[in-house]
């Protein structure tokens, strides 16, 4: 089973800036990929970044230009955010998919429990 840990979130000025970490743990035999989530209240979760193996990044719209994903190594991956706007306000998840077996044929996806990112004045 893999687990993982999110880091980072808190309280922020409008404009400000956060960094966000992941860091994964356990057993798996490879990573797909590894991303960010986000649930504002009274909204449904959405996508925030994404990277692969590969290093291939997917940006929401709402977050281009503003926030980058990276790995830090093979376990762990951060995002940053800057000039942050009150509508980021919500509970980010740090999410990662992969195949747990060299056998495995199909992805199993795991999630993180959250932390919370407020941008208020």
């Known amino acids: 089973q893999v687990q993982l840990v999110e880091s980072g979130g808190g309280l922020v000025q409008p404009g400000g800036s956060l960094r966000l970490s992941c860091a994964a743990s356990?057993?798996?035999?490879?990573?797909?990929?590894m991303g960010w989530y986000r649930q504002a209240p009274g909204k449904q979760r959405e996508l925030v970044a994404t990277?692969?193996?590969?290093?291939?990044t997917n940006y929401a719209d709402s977050v281009k230009g503003r926030f980058t994903i990276s790995r830090d190594n093979a376990r762990m991956v951060s995002l940053q955010m800057n000039s942050l706007k009150p509508e980021d306000t919500a509970v980010y998840y740090c999410?990662?998919?992969?195949?747990?077996?060299?056998?495995?044929?199909?992805?199993?996806?795991?999630w993180g429990q959250g932390t919370q990112v407020t941008v208020s004045s």
């Open positions: 990277i692969t193996s590969g290093g291939s």
């Open positions: 356990g057993s798996i035999f490879s990573i797909n990929a």
């Open positions: 999410n990662l998919n992969g195949w747990r077996t060299a056998s495995s044929s199909r992805i199993t996806i795991y």
